[in-house]
Structure formats: structure tokens, C-alpha cells
């Protein structure tokens, strides 16, 4: 049993209050996922080649003393990528002019105890052990702006509880996913994309999942064919909320075994687990509020 929240903000003057808008639905899936939480937020697209990685420096890496700037100014003098990095808890957003690839092939060799959550140019992904309440605050989510963001709270049943196997979980650029339920096959999945050269960093089913459907896109899908390929992958029961720049994307098992309410004005679209929280919404009282139906895809445009 997890928590699964979302929000996009459709008027631009609540974007400031994205964040604050949405600590209390997070804190409301506390009871369904109180070991480990995250939030993957997406904020306006650095511009031309730029991009950011969103890093982990856990208590193997000096954990809340790490020393970002040096790693930055490492970074800038080994590849000339005008590097800087922005600092919260033991996370950094490392953001640089560099391919993607060449600068994980760097923090591999010299820097391999830290670890990438997330890449691209909109993404900024915190996730981390502790209540959902905890994890708010070390990271400062209740001050966050941007055009959406998708959240999650974490009951472990599958994998140990481990900042790495917190949801959101990315693959490629710009895209995230959080999940509710559980798949029988994830072992199967890893064995079907070996051959592509995807590469796993956990045991986590939703990391089978999100891999998965990223390849599909990557492979020149739309979302939609990708999420109905993933009925003839995907086994199991499962609510998935996924992120990119411009959207969030939600579905269902054909069973619908897993809870979601979604509540939409002409300000926001919300989404989690339970109506609790989103009770605390401006306007939700007016709000169309229901139950997404199973095996149906919902796309909200940022």
C-alpha cells in the first residue's frame, strides 16, 4: 500500500504555490507510505544544450555535508561545461552545458559513492527515507514552484527501504513515475531489455515499469501505445502517475485494483490516492471530482 499524489497548476499566478499546495495531500498518504518518500517537480526547460542531474549524496558520500561546490568546480575543470549546482539536505542539482552521458561517465569514475536520480532539462527530483512530513522538510518542498509535480509515499513490500528505491523512479530525460500495487514479472522485464542495453540500479518493480515504458517512448511511441503495450507487458495490479515536461499521464490496471480520485477546476488538476487529501484544495468543493476508470488513459496538458 503506497500514496500517490500529482498536481498541475493551470493558472500561472499559483505556480509560486505549487509546493505549498501540495504538502498537505503528501502528508495526507502518510498511513499508506510512511517509510519513504519523494517528489519529482518540473519547472520551465533550461535553454539550448543545458542540462541538470538531480544527485544523492548519501551517508556514503558525507550525506548533508558534502561538499557540492567542489564537485562543481571538478566537473568545470575537467569538461568546460559551466557547471553549478544548487544545494538542499544531502540532494544537488547539478546543472551544466555537457551531454548527459559524458557527465555520468564522470561522476561514475570520480565521484561513483554519489548517486542520479533524475536527468533532463525540467526535472528536479527529491526522494528520500522517512514520514512524508520528514522528508517535506529536509527538503524544503513547501517552497517549490513550477507548472507540476508528481509525488509519492512509500509502504515497502518488494525491495528494501533505501532512498534509491523511494518512487519516483526516471529513466531517460524528463520523464518519472510513481506506482501503486505491485508486479509479479519485474525479473521478466529486466530480461526483455537486457539486449537494448538498459541497465537496472535496483530491484524495484516500478523501476521494471518505468524502464520499460521509457523505452517504448524512446522507441518512438506515444504514451498512449506505450501504456497499451505495457497491458501486454506489465503484470500485475497498479495505479501509475507519470510525469514529463509538458504533462502528467494517469492509468490503471484493467482491474482497478488500486484506489485514485482525480478533482479538476479551471486552476489545477489533483490527483492522489484518497480524497483526504485533497480536501484541503482552494475550490475543491466545486471541483469535478471522480474516479478514473480502469484500463483508460487521462493526460493533463501543462
Known amino acids: 500500500m503506497c500514496g500517490i499524489v500529482g498536481l498541475l497548476v493551470k493558472t500561472p499566478s499559483l505556480r509560486e504555490r505549487l509546493g505549498e499546495l501540495m504538502i498537505p495531500m503528501m502528508i495526507g498518504m502518510t498511513e499508506r507510505g510512511p517509510d519513504s518518500a519523494g517528489l519529482a517537480v518540473f519547472t520551465a526547460p533550461l535553454e539550448g544544450e543545458r542540462r541538470k542531474l538531480s544527485i544523492d549524496a548519501g551517508n556514503d558520500a558525507g550525506g548533508d555535508h558534502y561538499d557540492w561546490q567542489a564537485l562543481s568546480a571538478s566537473l568545470d575543470a575537467a569538461l568546460h561545461c559551466d557547471a553549478c549546482v544548487e544545494a538542499k539536505g544531502n540532494h544537488g542539482i547539478l546543472a551544466f552545458d555537457a551531454p548527459v552521458g559524458k557527465v555520468g561517465a564522470w561522476l561514475k569514475e570520480h565521484a561513483p559513492a554519489l548517486q542520479v536520480f533524475s536527468a533532463g532539462r525540467s526535472i528536479d527530483l527529491y526522494k528520500d527515507t522517512g514520514t512524508p512530513a520528514e522528508v517535506a522538510e529536509r527538503y ?82 506515444e504514451l498512449e501505445t506505450a501504456l497499451q503495450r505495457g497491458f501486454e507487458v506489465l503484470d500485475g495490479f497498479y495505479t501509475f502517475l507519470m510525469g514529463t515536461p509538458t504533462e502528467l499521464a494517469l492509468i490503471r490496471d484493467p482491474f482497478a485494483c488500486k484506489p485514485a480520485v482525480v478533482a479538476e477546476t479551471d486552476d489545477y488538476v489533483a490527483i492522489a490516492s484518497e480524497f483526504r487529501s485533497l480536501a484541503h484544495l482552494p475550490g475543491v468543493k466545486n471541483a469535478h471530482v471522480f474516479e478514473p476508470a480502469p484500463a483508460e488513459m487521462y493526460v493533463w496538458k501543462a
Do not use: K, Y
Not at 174 to 203: E, K, W, Y
Open 140 to 221: 524544503g518542498f513547501s517552497h517549490f514552484s513550477g507548472t507540476h509535480l508528481v509525488g509519492h509515499t512509500r509502504m515497502a513490500t518488494e525491495s528494501a527501504v533505501t532512498p534509491d528505491r523511494a518512487h519516483p523512479f526516471t529513466a531517460g530525460e524528463d520523464f518519472c513515475l510513481v506506482h501503486n500495487g505491485s508486479l509479479s514479472n519485474p525479473n521478466g522485464i529486466r530480461r526483455m531489455l537486457a539486449p537494448q542495453g538498459i541497465r537496472f540500479d535496483t530491484d524495484n518493480d516500478t523501476e521494471a515499469a518505468t524502464r520499460f515504458l521509457e523505452w517504448r517512448l524512446r522507441e518512438g511511441d
